[in-house]
């Protein structure tokens, strides 16, 4: 994993398996050919202890790296939207795109 571009709750219904979970997004995984971002997801726990993760597969078969640099939601958190760009120089104009994320 490279950093931390996101991270939100998801309330919608939309996606069961995501419902009431933190969803959250990594820049750029390494060992993907074009690079590209990763994004998963989680409960939150109250013990304290060390929680897992599922990875989210994204199913746009990016052909130029994709940088997944955001993660959004609308108001009342029951749609996700992730924006990509495809080079790491965000001054760059015309490089990105956001995508909303559905079943």
Do not use: C, H, W
Not at 30 to 48: E, L
Request: zero cysteines.
């Amino acid at each position: 994993a490279t950093a931390l571009t996101g991270i939100l709750p998801y309330m919608g219904s939309a996606i069961p398996e995501l419902t009431g979970s933190l969803v959250f997004t990594d820049l750029a995984y390494r060992g993907k050919s074009p690079q590209r971002g990763v994004i998963a997801f989680t409960k939150a726990r109250t013990d304290f202890k060390s929680n897992d993760y599922k990875l989210i597969n994204i199913t746009n078969d990016f052909t130029e790296p994709a940088y997944f640099v955001s993660l959004g939601t609308n108001q009342n958190q029951t749609k996700l939207y992730l924006g990509v760009n495809n080079s790491l120089n965000m001054t760059q104009q015309n490089k990105g795109a956001i995508f909303e994320i559905i079943p």
